[in-house]
């Protein structure tokens, strides 16, 4: 599986954005879909995963009622809708895949894409 991340950008505390990761492949319906996020100077963070069949979402703490996870598997594509951003959630996002249930942990993920900075002015 290749992902492809996009949608970052630079938005005022307060504001929203969608990110989208494209995934190749035909077996995308099969993989539970993670997004994590990695700020300067830290270690890569668990944001929210989605399973398969998009019934199970967990969510950071730190993202909960903000963040929306989801996926359309007929276009191979998973979101993360941001809303009320703050400026500690400024960070690379990437999408990462696995088989299985979704997992918050870095090392559970096979596959990552290149990451899309999003950076969230004061």
């Known amino acids: 599986v290749q992902l492809q991340a996009s949608g970052g950008g630079l938005v005022q505390a307060g504001g929203s954005l969608r990110l989208s990761c494209a995934a190749s492949?035909?077996?995308?319906?099969?993989?539970?879909m993670g997004w994590f996020r990695q700020a300067p100077g830290k270690e890569r963070e668990f944001v929210a995963a989605?399973?398969?069949?998009?019934?199970?979402?967990p969510y950071a703490d730190s993202v909960k009622g903000r963040f929306t996870i989801s996926r359309d598997n007929a276009k191979n594509t998973v979101y993360l809708q941001m809303n009320n951003l703050k400026p500690e959630d400024t960070a690379v996002y990437y999408c990462?895949?696995?088989?299985?249930?979704?997992?918050?942990?870095?090392?559970?993920?096979?596959?990552w894409g290149q990451g899309t900075l999003v950076t969230v002015s004061s």
């Open positions: 989605i399973l398969w069949s998009g019934d199970s979402t």
């Open positions: 492949g035909r077996t995308f319906s099969s993989y539970a």
């Open positions: 990462a895949a696995r088989v299985g249930a979704p997992r918050s942990h870095v090392y559970d993920y096979d596959y």
